[in-house]
Each structure stands twice: as C-alpha cells, then as structure tokens.
C-alpha cells in the first residue's frame, strides 16, 4: 500500500534533514521536501535538494519566492513601516507565511495529508508556520519533529543521523541561530544569549563596522512611487532591485544593524541581533515621504494600524481577518505616497536631508513667514475661541469652587 504523504519545509541543514529520515522511520511516511528560495545566503540549491533525496525524500522541490515575497510580502510590510515593538523589522515573520502558503499548495497538489517543520518548540517560528497553515488548510495535519523528537543536543542528533545512515551535512555549524532572506538577517545564540556581550564581529555580513565605513557622507536619491520604491540615484528599477541596491549603499556606510531584546510570543524574552541595511533605509525614507503626502488625521491614525500590523505578522497571524482588514486600511492610504527622498548615510547614520513629491501636501505660501502668504491668520481667532471652550468653562467652575490658585 502507497504511504501517506508529508511536505516538509527543509533548509538543507542537520535538523531538517534528519528530519527526512525521522519521519520515513518513525511516521512511515514519504517525504516531499521543499524548499523555500527567498533571496537567504546558500552554497546552492542543486546540492541542498541533492542532499534531500540522498537522504530519503521522494522529491525535492525548489521553489522561487522571491518576487512573490517582495510584490506581497515586502510591499505590506513597508505600507506598515512594520517594526515589531517599534524595532524590530520583522523579516522572519514576513518569510514563514509565504512558505506556509507554498507548502500548503504542494500538500494539494500531492494529496499529502501532513506538513512537517523544523522548528523547535521555543520559538515564534512554530507558532507561524503552524497558524498560517492552519488559516490556508485547517485539515492538514502539522508535525514537529525537532519538538517530538528527544535529540537535545547536537550531538544527539548526529548521533541519530550515523546510526540511521544520514550523511551529516558538510556544511560547519554556525556557533549562531541564523536566518535570512532578501530582507535582512536575524542572528541568535551562542555569546548573543548574554545581554552584556558585544555582538562578535563575524555575525555581520552585509554591514561594516560603523567605524571603518568612509569618512565622507554618501547622498542617494530615492524615488516612491504608489509607496513602493522604483528609482535609486535616478535610475529605475524594481522594489526588488531597489532592496538590493540600497542593501549595498547603506551596509558599506555602517547603517542597518539592531541590537535589541524582544519580547517573543511564547513568553521567553530573547536578545536578538538583525542586520537589513537596506529596509531600514527604505522605511525611513518612505516615512518621511509619508510625513508629506499623507493627510494629517491619516497619518495620525495610521501608526495604531501599523503596531498592531506588525504585532499580528510578528504573532502569526499574516492569514487572519484583522491582518487582511489592516491591509485594505494600509493599501488605501499609499496612492499617494509618491516623490523623491534624499538620503545622507554617514558612518551609521541615515538621515533624510530632502522631500519633494507631486503629491506634496506641505504648502509653502501657507507656511511661510515671508512674502506671499496665503494663510489667512483671521480665521485664527475664531478657531481659538471655539477650541479653548471647554477649557474655559471647566478653569471658571474650578475657580468658582475655589479650587484653583
Ligand atoms: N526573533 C526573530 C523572530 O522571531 C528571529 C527568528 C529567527 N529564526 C531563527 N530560526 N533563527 O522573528
């Protein structure tokens, strides 16, 4: 009789590939492993997907994400200004539903009845993927190896791997937990876990050292349009290329690195280290726009829809009701958000030194204090009156009750 079927999301590293053969052996299942190309550092996925199969996997697919993950994921992501706890820019909450979603997809087309990840259970990662499968397939049925398995260590698990005749990956473990795709890269573990340790130097790889960056400042022009960036110093060019572009021009400057603590989901709080050079710069410059385009009740209201945004991606929700509500809110106030950012990255820095925009709702001729002023300041008097109203009754009554100097 045919085995059921399980689509795993494998990464070509231990876990997941011992992942293969755990559940061959202990679930009697076929494995189909896929894996999620989103624009993360790799010595080549022919040998990842080679590796699979070496291992056991009836299939190995490689799937291309990355243009669906900036068109989808990285546009409502950058609507949102999206920063978890104000910081940290979510780049592997953006990943995991967009892998789930391609899971789930393979797991139809397949008839494979389980999807299976890689995650530990400490982690916010589980709780993505899981949440958003469940949102896409509440039939499917989830399994956890590393979270069922008792291989507590590294070890165990190479242990586990030669007794079951799993060639270990040639690949050196990093001393850290890292993960990464076109949009930055998170850096966990090892020296990390104390919060008094400087990060190591060897964690960065797509920013210098603020210190060692150039001694003069660097000016890059970059042009939104509709909110998304399409022009980086005058030439055109995808959001994709945008991110790439601006990924060099502000990691050889030294600005894109965070250093924080972060409250996870699951209750732990974590020191976590992120490099995204250029999404920080791209987030800046789009805020800054929007400080011009955007109407001010708009751009007033919108932060409360963007921490809760990004609190929901960061949770998991990326496929729930509110999520989805939030983007119709986000997507209608970016119509607008078109025009020219001018950005000075200096050792580290990145500040936003100009703004233009045909969509500019700054009016000079009502802001000036020189010639030609259209504000007609007449109408003030009539707007303080009425304004300070409530004020003024409430200071007469307190003064009436003597209670009031
Ligand atoms: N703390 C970050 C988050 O929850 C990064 C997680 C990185 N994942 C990893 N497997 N190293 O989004």
């Not at 060897?202 to 909110?227: H, R, Y």
Request: charged letters at 25%; hydrophobic letters at 35%.
């Amino acid at each position: 009789m045919a085995k059921d079927k399980c689509v795993l999301a494998y990464s070509g590293g231990l876990d997941t590939s011992v992942c293969i053969k755990w559940l061959m052996d202990e679930k009697d299942l076929d494995v189909i492993a896929v894996v999620g190309e989103v624009g993360q550092e790799h010595q080549g996925l022919e040998q990842i997907r080679d590796r699979a199969l070496k291992v056991g996997a009836v299939e190995c697919r490689i799937v291309d994400m990355r243009e669906e993950f900036v068109n989808e994921y990285c546009t409502k992501a950058l609507a949102a200004n999206a920063k978890y706890e104000n910081k940290y820019p979510l780049l592997s909450a953006l990943s995991r539903p967009i892998i789930s979603k391609h899971l789930v997809d393979i797991a139809h087309e397949t008839g494979a009845k389980y999807i299976a990840h890689g995650c530990t259970g400490k982690g916010n990662d589980q709780v993505r993927f899981e949440t958003s499968i469940a949102a896409l397939d509440p039939t499917i049925k989830i399994i956890a190896p590393v979270r069922e398995w008792d291989l507590y260590t590294r070890e165990d698990e190479m242990d586990w791997a030669a007794a079951h005749g799993v060639e270990v990956p040639a690949t050196k473990k990093s001393p850290y937990s890292i993960d990464d795709n076109l949009w930055g890269r998170a850096i966990e573990c090892g020296v990390l876990e104390d919060p008094w340790n400087l990060p190591p130097a060897d964690i960065w790889t797509s920013t210098v050292n603020p210190e060692d960056a150039p001694d003069t400042p660097e000016i890059v022009e970059l042009e939104f349009e509709g909110g998304i960036p399409c022009a980086v110093n005058g030439e055109k060019m995808t959001y994709h290329e945008a991110i790439l572009k601006m990924n060099e021009i502000a990691g050889r400057n030294g600005f894109g690195r965070l250093d924080m603590i972060e409250n996870r989901l699951i209750g732990v709080k974590s020191r976590e280290c992120y490099e995204l050079p250029g999404p920080l710069a791209i987030i800046k410059a789009h805020q800054a726009l929007e400080y011009m385009c955007l109407e001010r009740e708009v751009l007033h209201y919108k932060p409360t829809i963007e921490q809760a945004w990004a609190t929901a991606v960061y949770n998991g929700q990326w496929f729930s009701p509110l999520k989805i509500a939030f983007d119709a809110f986000l997507e209608s106030t970016q119509t607008c958000v078109t025009g020219t950012v001018r950005l000075k990255f200096y050792k580290g820095n990145c500040d936003v030194t100009g703004l233009k925009s045909p969509f500019s709702l700054y009016d000079e001729s009502l802001a000036t204090y020189g010639e030609g002023d259209t504000f007609d300041r007449n109408t003030a008097k009539g707007f303080i009156d009425c304004y300070d109203l409530p004020v003024k009754v409430w200071a007469t009554n307190r003064r009436q009750q003597g209670l009031s100097e």
